[in-house]
């Protein structure tokens, strides 16, 4: 199947003249901070701030756009444990489609309420979205309603491919355009709809480490699937993309790069202190990607698209915590006292002396190597940045005490 067949930018266009009046006119903006951190320009592209909190809402009101201007299907059905349930909840309410979204029985509380309150019936299915979505079939075959690919459909693609057009209308200049991937549908959209308009941008897929089939794909120049997909990222957590996005992302993006969870961790939180943004993690890979790669960008103007928003609140302190250690904000270490009263107050003090700020303490007098008149004590400080941490550990040791830092 060529390219042209899957996709043409006037499809594109539809999909812009669809969700006009729709969409939310998300900013994209200079930050300074990051600008001055990677040496060059940064803007982020605020997707985060859409309705239903994320670019779903493009490709699923596209799609059902379409759905609704053939009038032969009145029920649509998707599996997703978030953004795109949302989406084509919200598509189906506001097109008057009745929409049931099969969830994993993981599903947080959150995710599952918010879309009931978009008017969608909720199934729960499976431990993950490999059954969740298989059960979804079988349920849109029984109930003979149509059902909605999270990804690997061309006017899902196309719906996606809308935020290509609006980068353009607000950036024309741009050299670069950092984009998150997981089945690919946002990659694939982008991607085409940029290079179709101007060739000379370059177009970066990111990944997790942990669930990096795009990039396997990418390098492979073919469909390429993972046993499983591991990372914070539950956004961008496919294990299998889909056939349709791969042949377009092997065909218009030109590189694809992975980030760490840490990595992540640490972008979501730089997005709250410095932009007052709450990010998930998958749509803080594009700014992860972009920080990790500064050199090569050096006076380029470069565009992080940050995909989405909805986040577990109940995960967004672990987040926090990874984030604060990744920055080396978070210094963690053991070292060994003699058991006896006083032993903690003394290295408190060091440490207090240091000016670092202890949060959690733990004693361990169970080790095989320790003592019996010894215990380990387990410290976590807050200190300013990596060199204060090495600064306190120096401290320490300096006292006299072996200091055992956690990796």
Known sequence: MSDSTILTIGDVEN??????????KTPLKRSETFSKISGTDIYLKYE????????KIRGAYNKLCQIKETGDVKNVLAASAGNHAQGVAYAAAALGLSATIVMPKSTPIAKIKATEGYGAEVVLSGDC???ACAYAKKLAAKRGAEFIHPFDDASIIAGQGTLGFEILRDMPNVDVVFVPAGG???LAGVSFCLKSINPRIKIIGVQSVGADAICRSFAEKKLVGTERATTIADGIAVSMPGELTTSLINTYTDACVTVTDAEISAAILNLLERCKQLV?????TSLAAALKMSEELKGKRAVCLLSGGNIDMG??????????AARGR????????PDVPGSLERVAKIIAESFANVVNVQYDRTSADLDPRDVFLHIICEVSDREHGKKVCENLETAGYKVIVAE
């Open 280 to 284: 998930e993690p998958a749509g803080a």
């Open 15 to 24: 999909a812009v003249s669809r969700l006009s009046g729709v969409l939310h």
């Open 129 to 131: 979205y490999d059954s």
């Open 330 to 337: 978070k210094l963690r270490f053991k070292t060994v006292l």
């Open 48 to 55: 985060n701030q859409q309705k239903t909190g994320s670019f």
């Open 184 to 186: 690919g549908g946002l």
């Open 315 to 324: 995960f967004v302190h672990k987040l926090i915590d990874l984030g604060l």
